[in-house]
């Protein structure tokens, strides 16, 4: 039994970097971000979050498409630099189709399935790419109990 659900989201400020290639690259885009918040004084007010453009399974690794954000304090100036795709911006409130994952990342795929039949089978149609918000440092806790949201924004 899947235990997804409808909600809303809420609009947030988020520090964002854009990549290309391959999704092992994240974690350390993710450092990157986190230190460039650091240098230009914003303060982390969330659970990081990942954004994917792309079907691994039907995109080479190389061509994959990404953005990843680190929730910043409301009032940040939104900012696009050319320092390496960083920037803040403010990401819209939308209603998505949601589930928690516990696990290894490698074995995300078959949730993002069950995920997106059941918002089908629910009489929502995928609205945009999809969303993964990051509960667990996997540096910290073991894979297996590893915790990562799954989202995909949808309409009725």
């Keep these: 039994m899947l235990d997804a659900a409808i909600k809303q989201t809420y609009p947030m400020t988020v520090a964002f970097a854009s990549g290309c290639g391959s999704y092992d690259q994240i974690p350390y885009a993710f450092r990157r971000l986190y230190l460039w918040t650091e240098q230009h004084m ?35 100036t939104p900012l696009e630099t050319s320092e390496g ?14 589930v928690m994952h516990r696990g290894p990342y490698d074995t995300i795929g078959a949730a993002y399935t069950r995920l997106a039949d ?13 969303r993964e918000t990051y509960y667990s440092d996997p540096d910290e806790v073991e894979l297996e109990e590893t915790l990562t949201e799954l989202q995909f924004p949808v309409c009725p």
């Design 118 to 130: 059941w918002a089908s089978v629910s009489g929502y149609t995928i609205s945009g790419p999809p």
């Design 42 to 76: 914003l303060v982390p007010t969330g659970m990081p979050v990942g954004v994917y453009f792309d079907d691994p399974l039907e995109t080479p690794d190389t061509d994959l498409r990404w953005e990843i954000w680190a929730p910043v304090a409301e009032g940040a």
């Design 85 to 98: 795709d960083f920037g803040v911006k403010v990401v819209e409130a939308c209603t998505v189709a949601s």
